[in-house]
C-alpha cells in the first residue's frame, strides 16, 4: 500500500538521521575524553543503552573512524585525521580576509590557530608588511602553555582539565620568560578571564610579543593573534590594537555560523 510505504521511509529515514546524530555525538563525545574510551563510559555519558552504542561503532569500526584497541576499549581512528586536516585548511580559508584585516589596522602578523588535541596548531597566516616581521608556518604544531593563542583557547577550560593537559605536556621551557608551572599558568588564564585577551610576552621567542582571543561559538575551539617585535607591540599598542582583534574575532565567528548554516 503507497500509504504504508511511505510511512515506512519516512521511519527509515528518520531512525538513520538519529542514528547519524547518535554516532556523532560519540565521537565528539571520544574526543572530549582523551580520544580513547570504554563502552561502558559512553553509555554512562551519551545515555544511550549500551547495544545501540556496539552497534554504532562497530559501524564507524568497520568505515576507519573508530579502532579498537586489544584492551577492547576505542579510540579515534585514523581516517579522522584526513578529515580534520580538511576542516581546517578550509577554516584557514574562510579567515584569511578577516586576518587580512587584522593586518592592515594593526600592520603586524595576523595568525588563527585551533586547539588539537593538546597542542596548538597554527591553519592560516596573513604577514605584515613591515621587513621585520613574525613568520609562524602555516601547520607548526607547540604547546599551549608558551603561547598567546593557548592561553587564549585554555581559559575557557575548567582548572582541573587544565591541570591534566599540563601533565601530559610537560611545560618546557622556551625562554627564560615562559611559565613553566600550573599555578602560574593557571593565574595567566585568570589574567585572560579578567582583561578579555591574552599575552605571550617573549614567552615563545624573545623578542616577540603576541596578542590573542578566542573566536567566539567556533565550531571547534580557535583563536586569532597579532604578533610583532616586542619594540612595536607595546603597552601602548596593546590598548589599540586589543579592540581591533576583539571586533575580528567576532566578525569571523559571524561568518563562521553562516558558513555552517548554508
Request: charged share 20%; net charge negative; with cysteine.
Amino acid at each position: 500500500m503507497p500509504t504504508s510505504s511511505t510511512n515506512d521511509t519516512a521511519k527509515s529515514n528518520g531512525g538513520g538521521v538519529q542514528s547519524l546524530e547518535r554516532a556523532f555525538d560519540l565521537l565528539e563525545r571520544m574526543a572530549d575524553a582523551g580520544g580513547e574510551v570504554g563502552l561502558s563510559e559512553l553509555s554512562a555519558s551519551s545515555g544511550l543503552p549500551l547495544p545501540t552504542i556496539h552497534r554504532l561503532m562497530r559501524t564507524l569500526v568497520a568505515c576507519g573512524y573508530v579502532r579498537q584497541q586489544p584492551n577492547r576499549r576505542y579510540a579515534l581512528g585514523p581516517r579522522l585525521i584526513r578529515l580534520g586536516e580538511s576542516a581546517s585548511r578550509l577554516l584557514g580559508t574562510w579567515a584569511r580576509p578577516h586576518l587580512a584585516r587584522l593586518v592592515e589596522e594593526t600592520g603586524e602578523t595576523a595568525n588563527m590557530a585551533l586547539l588539537d588535541g593538546d597542542e596548538i596548531v597554527y591553519v592560516a597566516q596573513v604577514p605584515s608588511k613591515h621587513s621585520m616581521r613574525m613568520f609562524t608556518e602555516v601547520g607548526r604544531r607547540v604547546l599551549p602553555h608558551s603561547t598567546g593563542v593557548g592561553k587564549a583557547l585554555l581559559a575557557s577550560f575548567p582548572p582541573e582539565e587544565v591541570r591534566a593537559l599540563l601533565s601530559r605536556t610537560g611545560m618546557p621551557a622556551a625562554t627564560e620568560k615562559t611559565i613553566t608551572t600550573p599555578d602560574g599558568f593557571l593565574a595567566a588564564l585568570e589574567d585572560v578571564r579578567r582583561t578579555g585577551y591574552a599575552v605571550d610576552d617573549n614567552e615563545q621567542e624573545i623578542g616577540v610579543r603576541c596578542l590573542a582571543v578566542s573566536v567566539p561559538d567556533s565550531p571547534t575551539a580557535a583563536a586569532i593573534s597579532i604578533s610583532g617585535p616586542a619594540g612595536r607591540v607595546t603597552e601602548a599598542a596593546t590598548d589599540k590594537i586589543v579592540p581591533v582583534l576583539q571586533q575580528v574575532a567576532h566578525e569571523l565567528s559571524e561568518a563562521l555560523a553562516t558558513q555552517n548554516q548554508t
